[in-house]
């Protein structure tokens, strides 16, 4: 079986925060009377005229209104943000209240300023390495 889902993206910050989460809404009801069976919000910090809301609380709450056979999606959790035993209990939480139908996405962020904004060293970060020339 194919299963298909919907990557919720940045919002203008011109938008407001009651405006946003109306949208979300309207497009989750939409996505789920489409048949789709995910839905995933990533994450960013200080995204300059951009906004996204915070995956982990928004997701608890989606959790109480979407159907049970929606699972949700951390699209990439930038997780050196974190203190891990933070992210680990915030995660365990969330799984609990989403009745095991959380997915997570993690990676190591790749915005220098989100690094700074919260007092995070961007050198925490492993540089990429080059793919081998063999």
Same mark, same amino acid.
């Given at each position: 079986m194919i299963?298909?889902?919907?990557?919720?993206?940045?919002?203008?910050?011109?938008?407001g925060p009651r405006q946003q989460f109306s949208d979300i809404l309207r497009v989750v009801d939409a996505a789920? &009377? &489409?048949?789709?069976?995910?839905?995933?919000?990533?994450?960013?910090?200080?995204?300059?005229?951009?906004s996204y809301p915070q995956p982990v609380p928004l997701l608890?709450?989606?959790?109480a209104h979407v159907d049970p056979h929606v699972r949700l999606v951390t699209s990439v959790?930038?997780?050196?943000?974190?203190?891990?035993?933070?992210? &680990?209990?915030?995660?365990a939480t969330l799984?609990?209240?989403?009745?095991?139908?959380?997915v997570?996405? &993690?990676?190591?962020?790749?915005v220098p300023d989100e690094f700074s904004c919260l007092g995070v060293p961007f050198s925490a970060v492993p540089a990429p390495t080059s793919p081998s020339s063999c």
């Open positions: 299963r298909t889902g919907l990557l919720m993206t940045d919002i203008p910050r011109s938008v789920q &009377a &489409a048949g789709l069976t995910y839905v995933c919000f990533g994450q960013h910090f200080l995204y300059g005229d951009l608890a709450r989606l959790a959790l930038v997780t050196p943000l974190y203190h891990p035993v933070v992210l &680990a209990e915030e995660l799984d609990m209240v989403t009745e095991g139908r959380l997570v996405g &993690a990676g190591i962020g790749y």
